[in-house]
């Protein structure tokens, strides 16, 4: 709405010379001597309707008013018609304020010094370099040049201006993230210490439980199963939690399907290879025990990893995706032949690699090797995971 606004303003005020000119050449025509010729008519309207389009060619504009201005100033109009060949010191002052570039409003400036140089001649003396001619130009050209340069110097400062307030309120909604992330640790922190790992520690024991009690009653196995279970899933749901508190993006986006892990992998190295890289994969045929954090977490790691290798990685260079259980988890591990250091280890997509393997409880390498550069993690399994709750 603003913005309309401002530029119906600046379309009305370019308007203003089509009124204000024919009224400024009626009220300087009276019966007798005093009347404005048809030819000073025509140059003013055509004057006037130039004005129109100095938005579009400002330069060009101001040198054509410049010219107009010339014979009409030669004509020694009188009363009110003698301001209409002002209208080329207006377009120096909107040229002076838009441009940026001095050698444009240098060659502005000069047209209009010449114009009103030869439409004064002869008015005051016979030489051209008479005293009051050259007082008179240097008034006519020095006041729209100067405040056409003011104009302009306002118009920057109030664009610092307001370049400086957006940085201010970024500064401002940044440092509010950061004390929301910071909050959000915090809290993070205390459910782990009250919650997480008791509820680890209750399903351990139960599991022991069970094995100690194996040759009781069946029914006291399947309460002890079920016990088990919904202890496990509510731990599962309490890390869920803790790390959408520390990455708020994690409960952003929709979590992936067990069964769909390694189709989502084979579809990203796909992605690889259709960009013109050789990739060799090894991806195992099953990637359970990976609880929904992990299974996103595995995903985003092969993702970000595959597009640094399409970021920064020659085509012809051999790309190799591993991923296979190992340890009661999943290991990862990518190298492809970055060599040069477009890749830098202190990089925004790296560290989110890194963060996102730490709040899964893994771990994460990364770095450039004598074969090229290599990206190792490992993620635990669920089990290994309840186990790391209970020992803390």
């Known amino acids: 709405m603003e913005i309309r ?8 005020v370019r308007c203003l010379p089509l009124v204000l000119v024919p009224v400024l050449l009626v009220a300087s025509t009276f019966p007798g001597q005093y009347q404005v010729p048809w030819s000073y008519w025509l140059l003013a309207m055509f004057a006037s309707g130039l004005f129109l389009v100095g938005d579009r060619w400002p330069l ?14 030669r004509m020694h109009p009188w ?11 207006v377009a120096l002052v909107e040229m002076a304020m838009r441009t940026r ?7 502005a400036t000069a047209c209009w010094a010449l114009a009103v140089l030869l439409g004064q001649w002869g008015t005051h003396e016979a030489t051209l370099w008479g005293a009051a001619t050259v007082v008179e130009t240097g008034t006519y050209v020095g006041v729209p040049l100067l405040l056409g340069l003011y104009l302009r110097g306002q118009r920057d400062l109030a664009a610092s201006l307001r370049l400086r307030a957006a940085d201010a309120e970024t500064r401002r909604a940044e440092a509010e993230l950061r004390t929301r992330a910071a909050e959000r640790s915090a809290m993070a ?3 782990h210490d009250l919650i997480a790992h008791h509820m680890a520690s209750i399903v351990l024991r139960v599991g022991i439980a069970r094995h100690v009690v194996a040759d009781q009653d069946p029914r006291v196995n399947a309460v002890l199963d079920d016990v088990r279970t919904t202890a496990a899933d509510a731990l599962a749901d309490i890390r869920r939690l803790l790390a959408a508190l520390r990455d708020p993006a994690l409960g952003e986006v929709a979590l992936v399907d067990a069964a769909a892990v390694r189709t989502e992998l084979a579809a990203a190295v796909r992605r690889v290879e259709v960009a013109g890289f050789a990739v060799e994969y090894d991806i195992a045929p099953e990637l359970t025990g990976l609880d929904a954090i992990g299974r996103l977490t595995l995903l985003r790691l092969v993702q970000e990893s595959l597009t640094n290798v399409m970021k ?10 591993r991923v296979d259980r190992r340890a009661e988890g999943i290991a990862v591990h990518i190298r492809s032949g970055i060599a040069d250091s477009g890749t830098n280890p202190a990089g925004h997509g790296i560290i989110g ?18 074969q090229g550069w290599e990206v190792d993690a490992w993620l635990p399994g669920v089990e290994t995971s309840i186990r790391a709750e209970a020992a803390q």
């Open 189 to 191: 922190r205390e459910l």
């Open 312 to 321: 920064h990685a020659e085509p012809t260079s051999p790309v190799q995706v």
């Open 5 to 12: 606004l401002r530029r119906d303003v600046r379309l009305v």
């Open 353 to 370: 690699m890194r963060e996102r393997v730490e709040l899964a409880g893994g771990t994460f390498t990364v770095g450039a090797t004598a």
């Open 101 to 107: 570039q001095n050698r444009r409003v240098a060659v």
């Open 79 to 89: 009363g009110l018609s003698g301001l209409v060949p002002f209208l080329g010191g």
């Open 60 to 73: 060009a504009v101001s040198i054509a008013l410049s010219a107009l201005a010339v014979p009409m100033f």
